[in-house]
């Protein structure tokens, strides 16, 4: 710690303490006390120790209590679609957690959704995570986008930013009356405390938030949400903030800007595809293969470029899964697919025939390619026919080993509790 910050420290713990008791301060200044100062840095090195031991115990026994006082604060609300939303999202997104951090087994995040009608979900102490109703309510209920938001958020959780911003959040008088008080119900207070800092960017810092974007993009594609989520969900953020800084991009105008987020997670669309599939950010034109491909009108709840990135998102799952050369058809609900994966719905599209036959075109150059790839390597094959049999045999025996359904979220839970885990 540097001098400066332990001097200033200093000063304001004393400060704190001298208003506490009441105490008149002095007409003329004294000489400086190096014994008070010590004492007072003595006591404010208790007063955060004492904080650590309270957060530590809102973090893990005493989580299900500061959720109560978080639900007291900001009231649950009981809209069924957004429930039901809220519990599918975050039953996908803690099986794609637990894949990787099995530390959410033992504590798996309590959630509701509040009351609150502006745009911002939080993730606090004790992986107690809330969504504000008007995250739901301005993205249109879209389940890909706020799949990307809530995963944003448990990228905070499973790095335990929650409990380093709460030191960062307390000013020192805060924690010196709380460390005076040290009552039977103290832990209360220091809830109560941080439940007026909750949804407040003062929790994180920047690096913070560049590593939960990158959780989050990680989480819901594991999830099975769409990868160019993340992209639409920036482009809608910046057309309903426009030049403004308002709502939920208010709340971290001193983080990466929602401009930079929504270029990070459209080249997160490109490199997923294998850069095959890339989005003009100026226009939603989207290009296959490096071929224009298609850009999408404006509907009444999305932008050209908002779509294009959902759109995106789902062409780049073909080139991820190579399915790139599988059929190119419509089917009866309307909507585009390359073999089984869904591209796009043709619900009110225009020249819906020419979009299909303009991505069977592209993808057919593909498959031509690739034919005569393999044409000309034939015969070197041909010697090799068995060997290559005993190859796909052993790899075969290999996956069906390993075919075994992985245990969900809630199995892991359960076996948990249970101690077979």
Known sequence: MKKSTVFRTTVSAALCLTLASGAVMPKQALAWDWLSAGLALFQVGAEYAYLNKQVSYLDNNGRDKYMGQIKDKYGVNTDPAANAMLARIMTRLSDAVALTDESIVKKPYNYFVNNDKSFNAFCTLGHNMSVNIGAFTKLNYNEDELAFVIAHEMGHGQKNHPAAGVKRALPVSIVAALYASQNRNTASSVGAALVSTVGTAKWVTKPMESQADKLAFDYAVAAGYNVGAGAALW????????????????????????????????????EWSGKQVKVN??????????????????????????????????????????????????????????????VMSFDGVVGADEVEKRLREILSSSKNAVKLSAGMQMENKKDKTEPNRSIKAEARTNTDDKAARPMTMREKVEAYKAGTF
Do not use: C
């Open 235 to 270: 482009q809608h953020i910046l057309e309903q903030n426009g030049s403004k800084s308002s709502g939920f991009a208010e709340l971290f105008n001193d983080h990466p800007t929602s401009l930079a987020r929504r270029t990070n997670y459209n080249k997160k669309i490109t």
């Open 281 to 342: 950010e100026e226009n939603g034109l989207i290009s296959v293969m490096g071929q224009p491909f298609y850009t999408p009108e404006k509907t009444s709840t999305m932008s050209p470029q908002e779509q294009a990135f959902l759109i995106a998102g789902n062409l780049s799952s073909v080139f991820h899964e190579g399915r790139q050369y599988e059929p190119v058809w419509t089917n009866s609900e309307n909507t585009l697919l390359v073999g089984e994966r869904p």
